[in-house]
Structures are given as C-alpha cells and as structure tokens.
C-alpha cells in the first residue's frame, strides 16, 4: 500500500488565512507607496508647468492670459462668445513639450488668436482646434484622480454679478471627447471681480513677474483641481478641458482633501490630506484644509492675490 503525503483541509484553511493576514498588512504599505509616487509625480508636473510659464514669460515678457473671454467685466456668453475662450494652459503647451499639438491647433486660426487685445469666434469655430480636442497630456493629469471619466468638460470665467458679488461662469459642452487637466492658474479672491485680491491670472490678463508686488515665492501659480462627481445633478464627473480652462477663483476656500462631493467650485485633490500648489517662483507647497472662513482662509486669499500688498509666508499657510 503507497501513502500519499499530503494537506488536510484544516491545513490548507489556515495556510490561507496566513496569507489572507500578510496581504491585509501588506496592502496598505503598497498603498501609501503609490499614493506617494503619485504626489510626487503630480508636484512634478506642477513644476513644470510653473517653469513653462516662466519660459513662455522670457519669450512674450508677460505670463499668459488666464482666459481670453469677453472683453472687460462681462461674461463669455453676454459677450455673444464673440472671444476665444482659450485658457492659460493652452498658451503654455510649446514649453510643455506640446509644440506640434500647438502648431495644429493655430493652423487654422488667426495668427495674433491669441492676443489680449482682440476678439475672434470661440475656439470651437475653428477645425484646427476642435480636431485636436481630444489629446490627452500627460503632463496635465494627475495620477491620483480619475480625469477621463465622464462627459463634463468644463471651462471657467469669473466676473461681477453685483456689489460685493462674483460669480464663476461654467461651461461645458458635455463631450468626454476633450483632453482634460487637473491643474489651473489660480485668479485670486475672483479674478477679474475684486482688483486688490486678484492672482497672477485672470481674464485676458498679461501680468509680469517683476508687477506681482507681494512676491512670486508667496504667490500662487497654479492648483489642482480635481475631478468631481454629481455636477448638476447629473452624475457625472466634471473635469476641466486643458484647451480652455486657464484660471481659477478661490474665494470659497479650500475643500479638505482627498476632495469630496460635490465642491467643484473650490481647489481640491485627491491625495490624502493635501492639495497642491505651484507659486510663482516654481517652488511647490502641499496645502491642507483651509475652510471658508478665519485666519487660515484669509492667509490662503491673500496668498491667491498678486498686489494685495498682504504678504503671507507660505509657512503661515496649513500643509507640508
């Protein structure tokens, strides 16, 4: 008679359970890992879009347009959308390493399109823009986030509705077609709304570094916006489109991360416990919850301000 050797069934069930154990306390290391690599891949590219801004400010003498929309303190769409719509991030993508992505949407418009001081069709009336819509940046995405859900890609616009009032325009196509990004220039207390807090960019702004009197190193660039779920009502994910979306208000304080719904009109992140900032010096701060109200939201209006001539040490704001 052979014996077989082999596992009872007791045996197996606890070399299971083992292995069961190991990968519940291995997972939430793996976890924090590639939370980690993905902060510092998103610091990254805030960085480079913070250096590509520079660059693009050596070769026009000023930064980039946050938003070429209508011309003055009216809205895009009371200005019959009889502006271009085109956001900073457009304007950086020659330093971003996109210059042919560039050179094919410019083909078919107007070589001064993208001028302050003129008005032409929105982007979508050109072919050259809206074949190339759909091109999706790496450079632009955050790893954390979750950008190419969904069908709303949003573009913003800040302008006054009223004493003491901003409103944020937002529009969005509902086509998930559209390359999108997680990043966009901070406008201050309301871009172009409230002139002693307004950022670096605004509507149709042309703004040199030597102009921001607080300081490029206590200023914001650029932040992250993420991706948010339920907009309207509609559930689904909105998320900027890199082609227009150019500035951004903060007004409303900051949502604390990793973002929850529905705050899309607020900064946020993904990451845990931080949502990122470039400022305007490169250098890049993770920023933790501000609110909307106190002494930390006033120290982050004044930091989105560019000559409020309140200068706040970014030590001062929450974060790491």
């Not at 573009?155 to 009223?162: M, V």
């Not at 997680?182 to 670096?200: S, T």
Request: proline share 5%.
């Amino acid at each position: 008679m052979i014996r077989r050797k082999g596992f009872t069934l007791i045996e197996l069930l606890v070399v299971i359970a083992i292995i069961a154990i190991l990968i519940g306390l291995l997972l939430p290391a793996v976890q924090k890992v590639r939370e980690a690599a993905a902060r510092t891949q998103c610091r990254n590219n805030l960085k480079q879009l913070a250096l590509a801004s520079h660059n693009y400010h050596d070769t026009n003498q000023a930064l980039p347009p946050g938003f070429l929309g209508g011309m003055g303190d009216t809205s895009a769409s009371a200005n019959g959308w009889n502006n271009q719509a085109v956001g900073s991030t457009f304007c950086l993508l020659p330093f971003i390493e996109q210059d042919n992505l560039y050179r094919l949407c410019m083909a078919g418009a107007p070589a001064d399109y993208l001028s302050v001081n003129k008005s032409y069709p929105a982007f979508w009336n050109y072919g050259s823009f809206w074949n190339n819509r759909g091109a999706q940046i790496k450079t632009l995405i955050c790893p954390s986030n979750a950008p190419q859900i969904g069908a709303w890609d949003e573009f913003f616009e800040t302008f006054t509705c009223g004493s003491g009032c901003i409103e944020i325009e937002v529009w969005s196509f509902g086509d998930p077609t559209f390359g999108k990004t997680n990043y966009v220039g901070c406008a201050g207390w309301g871009g172009a709304a409230w002139d002693k807090y307004q950022g670096i960019f605004h509507d149709r702004s042309s703004t040199a570094l030597a102009k921001i009197g607080d300081g490029t190193s206590n200023t914001f660039l650029f932040g992250e916006k993420c991706s948010t779920y339920n907009i309207y009502g509609a559930n689904e994910y909105d998320t900027p489109a890199w082609i227009s979306a150019g500035e951004f208000p903060c007004a409303w304080g900051l949502v604390a991360p990793p973002a929850v719904d529905p705050y899309w009109y607020m900064y946020g992140s993904r990451h845990t416990a931080i949502t990122q900032f470039a400022m305007g010096d490169g250098s890049v701060r993770g920023l933790t919850y501000i609110g909307s109200s106190g002494t930390g939201y006033n120290n982050y209006i004044y930091a989105s301000g560019a000559n409020d001539g309140q200068v706040v040490d970014p030590n001062q704001l929450p974060g790491n």
